[in-house]
DNA sequence: TAAATATTTAACAAATCTGTAACATTACTC
DNA sequence: GAGTAATGTTACAGATTTGTTAAATATTTA
């Protein structure tokens, strides 16, 4: 099952080249030229991913990016930036609206499809199923419950979705300001120092006699669920 | 410390010119008539960016600039293609094959000049993959987790960046200078002897019973990666 | 609104890491 | 082979990072 990407760009020869190349390389793939557009089909169409240009004639790609990532049935379409500018700046705002990466243009073709690939499997598990598990630690969203051997057991909302968000990748170190990123959200004016407490407690919580630790420490690196 | 740009042009004119008014900007500079050469002086030398001239009397420059972009130590050297064409066929080719950007002749050489500026700035970040090895060593930088014979290493934060540094460019020697920029980073206010210490405990580290050293002391020079 | 729960910050102890200096060892030069 | 410069190694004081607790705020619930 071939990934569907959807491009926005007004340039037609660079959108040619886009697609042209994406299709090659076997991706079904979506376009549109301008920005109002691409909007409503994107929400329509439900891609895996989503080139977007920064300039755009009517919407600028940042004011798309903005309103896809406030929309709760895309929010979670990977998004990567094309952008002519270099500038450090931009690149930042690019990243604050949400996008998950940005290129530089004029940029290398294979270096984009890299991107590309490894966002297509970042987001894989984020098509998240109803049951996660990680050893003998299960969690079922639908109904909230967590269980650790069999056990239920009862986590605080904060302490729910820092294990949700780390039982998606296993293994995977995250940093504080990551985690704070993913699991706080929106109002990041919170001391990197927080996660350290909840990873406390969320760590005394699916702790159970006879069990492993399940959260390592990576020191001045961060977090990861792993025994 | 400048860059060192490398110039494959075989019109003797254009390549006088070019070397000219790169010197003078203070790069230096290394050239070739042909491609063949190119191709073995370029992986030889390593320079921080390519110029290449499309049409050559061997080699095509599009045919270069594939096998560069194929060798695993000089795909990150970004590459200018300089093009008397100026299709956009031409110009999707030219991005195919992998190269960074391209110039139609004739350029104005404030322009070309300008480009070369912002690919060397342009950071790079390397498409660092998931996982890195040499020989019997890996990293897996997504657990964040150090192998030596499929047998897990522990490692502390800063002998951790510096193998993950240089295990990006093996057998690549490093002047302590140079490992101070990239590993330490901003606060160079460390004593150069500092990266020996942290470099005889890498080698403690990742030191294992019957196996090779892999760190080599280049005496007046630096260390690399290398048994 | 009061009570119950959650969250954040601050504070301090414990663990670990880092840089430097001092001394040991190894290469290199003549 | 003596002398010199460069590198290896070690120990330790000081710095950083993390774990944990408790108290202060904030939020939700009844």
Redesign the pocket.
């Known amino acids: 099952m071939s990934a569907h990407i959807f491009v926005v760009e007004d340039e037609k020869p660079i959108l040619t080249l886009l697609t042209y190349n994406l299709q090659k390389e076997g991706y079904k793939v979506s376009s549109s030229l301008n920005g109002e557009e691409a909007l409503s089909r994107i929400k329509e169409k439900k891609p895996d991913l989503v080139l977007l240009d920064w300039m755009l004639p009517d919407l600028s790609g940042i004011k798309i990016c903005q309103y896809l990532k406030q929309d709760e049935k895309v929010k979670n379409i990977p998004i990567i930036m094309l952008t002519a500018k270099g500038e450090e700046e931009d690149k930042v705002k690019g990243l604050n609206t949400g996008a998950e990466d940005y290129m530089t243009k004029p940029f290398s073709f294979p270096e984009l499809l890299a991107r590309i690939k490894s966002l297509l499997k970042r987001v894989k598990p984020n098509i998240v199923s109803e049951e996660a598990t990680y050893l003998d630690l299960k969690i079922d969203r639908e109904s909230m419950k967590v269980f650790r051997k069999e056990k239920e057991i009862t986590l605080?909302?904060?302490?729910y979705k820092l294990l949700d968000f780390l039982i998606k990748q296993p293994k995977r170190v995250y940093s504080?300001e990551q985690l704070l990123e993913h699991v706080?959200g929106d109002?990041i004016?919170?001391?990197s120092?927080?996660v350290?407490?909840?990873?406390?407690?969320l760590?005394?919580s699916i702790n159970i006699e006879g069990a492993k630790p399940l959260i390592r420490?990576?020191?001045?690196?961060?977090?990861s669920l792993e025994n």
Chains 1, 2 share one sequence.
């Open positions: 605080g909302p904060k302490e504080r706080w109002d004016n919170v001391e120092r927080t350290d407490v909840h990873i406390t407690r760590r005394q420490t990576v020191r001045s690196a961060g977090y």
